[in-house]
């Protein structure tokens, strides 16, 4: 493999995306932005195989690429505002559920759903599918709590799909407010009740909490990403190819910016850069603090102003020459240590949420 590749076990992956599934009922896959590293198809054609009714994807501008995989309801999160052409497209898509977070976007969408234009496709049928996001704690995006009931007057030139939920990462209260602002809002309406960062014990007992007067749990769906495609870590493993190899010597200078080699040993050309998104990570911590020191212990003063790679070459982090390039990094290893031969791979440390990887290899 040339490049920067994803290591894929796809059985033990399938046997952890089947292991959160199976406890997390409501389930709704979120595939956005880079694909969690693998990418908004093979997120789609996986989630077709888990067997869930609908995806949620970030953008509108996302629908696309996961709508030829998957054949269920797809859910764009980012909430809908006039002037975004394809997102009014997307409103007349029976499979697209969109999210809106304003009175006055409601209001449009509805006075759009009135418009043949939009009625379009068959007989005048389809009327947009709604989800409407309140304001939680977050403070991102929605519709204020004790505007609510202003929503009961929209509804009715809309499909709706329920109320979102979008809670803070970790936060002390957030069951709490969950249910405060989910009970709020089924008093408006009966609904669903779509949520993220809660986990699945939680949104069960929330659904229970908030069961109607005949019993019946309220339905809850909540939206999963990271601890869907990344919650084992084991699973998958991202790595680089050696590009070339060279003997350096102690005062010699190598890279855009001519550095000058401060020890004997070998220069590394690793595959992955700034594209694949290296640089951008591991660097900033490591490079601090006891690190630092150690650099100038061993390197000299130089080296103080280097930062760590992401990759490891003989069980070791090593440094940079200098920051990485688009498409290739240089890396240093002392001469004490045995080089990797051009055309191996080299584990190589990547936020999964950031990176671009060349493939995705399936092992
Ligand atoms: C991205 C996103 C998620 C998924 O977040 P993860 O932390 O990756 O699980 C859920 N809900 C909303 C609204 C999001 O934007």
């Given at each position: 493999m040339s490049g920067v590749s994803l290591r894929l076990d796809l059985d033990r992956w399938r046997q952890h995306l089947a292991t959160v599934v199976d406890a997390t009922p409501g389930i709704v896959p979120v595939a956005k932005g880079n694909g969690y590293g693998f990418g908004l198809r093979r997120l789609a054609a996986e989630s077709a195989r888990l067997g869930v009714d609908s995806v949620a994807v970030?953008?509108?501008?996302e629908v696309a690429a996961v709508r030829t995989e998957f054949a269920g309801d797809i859910v764009v999160m980012t909430p809908w505002r006039p002037g975004d052409d394809l997102a009014r497209e997307l409103l007349s898509d029976r499979r697209v559920i969109t999210t809106v977070s304003r009175l006055e976007d409601l209001q449009a969408i509805g006075a759009l759903s009135g418009e043949s234009a939009l009625a379009?496709?068959?007989?005048?049928?389809h009327r947009p599918r709604v989800i409407v996001e309140i304001l939680t704690?977050?403070?991102?995006?929605g519709i204020r709590p004790e505007q609510l009931p202003a929503v009961a007057d929209q509804l009715n030139r809309i499909s709706f799909e329920g109320w979102m939920v979008h809670l803070p990462l970790l936060h002390e209260g957030r069951f709490e407010e969950a249910e405060t602002l989910a009970r709020a809002a089924l008093a408006v309406s009966p609904g669903a009740i779509w949520v993220s960062h809660l986990p699945a014990v939680e949104a069960t007992t929330l659904g229970r909490q908030l069961a109607g007067a005949d019993g019946e749990p309220a339905s809850v769906r909540l939206r999963v990403g990271t601890w869907l495609w990344l919650g084992d870590p084991g699973a998958y493993s991202p790595v680089a190819a050696v590009l070339d190899v060279h003997r350096v010597r102690r005062g010699d200078r190598a890279g855009y910016r001519q550095r000058k080699i401060t020890k004997d040993g070998w220069l590394l050309v690793l595959a992955g850069g700034t594209a694949h998104g290296i640089g951008m990570e591991a660097p900033t911590p490591a490079a601090s603090g006891r690190q630092r020191l150690i650099a100038l212990a061993q390197?000299?003063?130089?080296?103080?102003?280097r930062a760590l790679s992401p990759y490891t070459v003989g069980g070791k982090k090593r440094w940079f020459l200098e920051p990485p390039h688009m498409q290739a990094s240089l890396v240093l290893l002392p001469l004490t240590e045995q080089p990797p031969a051009i055309g191996d791979e080299v584990p190589v440390e990547l936020r999964l949420t950031t990176a671009l990887v060349d493939q995705v290899s399936e092992v």
């Amino acid at each position: 493999m040339s490049g920067v590749s994803l290591r894929l076990d796809l059985d033990r992956w399938r046997q952890h995306l089947a292991t959160v599934v199976d406890a997390t009922p409501g389930i709704v896959p979120v595939a956005k932005g880079n694909g969690y590293g693998f990418g908004l198809r093979r997120l789609a054609a996986e989630s077709a195989r888990l067997g869930v009714d609908s995806v949620a994807v970030g953008l509108a501008s996302e629908v696309a690429a996961v709508r030829t995989e998957f054949a269920g309801d797809i859910v764009v999160m980012t909430p809908w505002r006039p002037g975004d052409d394809l997102a009014r497209e997307l409103l007349s898509d029976r499979r697209v559920i969109t999210t809106v977070s304003r009175l006055e976007d409601l209001q449009a969408i509805g006075a759009l759903s009135g418009e043949s234009a939009l009625a379009g496709e068959s007989a005048g049928e389809h009327r947009p599918r709604v989800i409407v996001e309140i304001l939680t704690s977050m403070q991102r995006h929605g519709i204020r709590p004790e505007q609510l009931p202003a929503v009961a007057d929209q509804l009715n030139r809309i499909s709706f799909e329920g109320w979102m939920v979008h809670l803070p990462l970790l936060h002390e209260g957030r069951f709490e407010e969950a249910e405060t602002l989910a009970r709020a809002a089924l008093a408006v309406s009966p609904g669903a009740i779509w949520v993220s960062h809660l986990p699945a014990v939680e949104a069960t007992t929330l659904g229970r909490q908030l069961a109607g007067a005949d019993g019946e749990p309220a339905s809850v769906r909540l939206r999963v990403g990271t601890w869907l495609w990344l919650g084992d870590p084991g699973a998958y493993s991202p790595v680089a190819a050696v590009l070339d190899v060279h003997r350096v010597r102690r005062g010699d200078r190598a890279g855009y910016r001519q550095r000058k080699i401060t020890k004997d040993g070998w220069l590394l050309v690793l595959a992955g850069g700034t594209a694949h998104g290296i640089g951008m990570e591991a660097p900033t911590p490591a490079a601090s603090g006891r690190q630092r020191l150690i650099a100038l212990a061993q390197g000299g003063l130089e080296a103080a102003g280097r930062a760590l790679s992401p990759y490891t070459v003989g069980g070791k982090k090593r440094w940079f020459l200098e920051p990485p390039h688009m498409q290739a990094s240089l890396v240093l290893l002392p001469l004490t240590e045995q080089p990797p031969a051009i055309g191996d791979e080299v584990p190589v440390e990547l936020r999964l949420t950031t990176a671009l990887v060349d493939q995705v290899s399936e092992v």
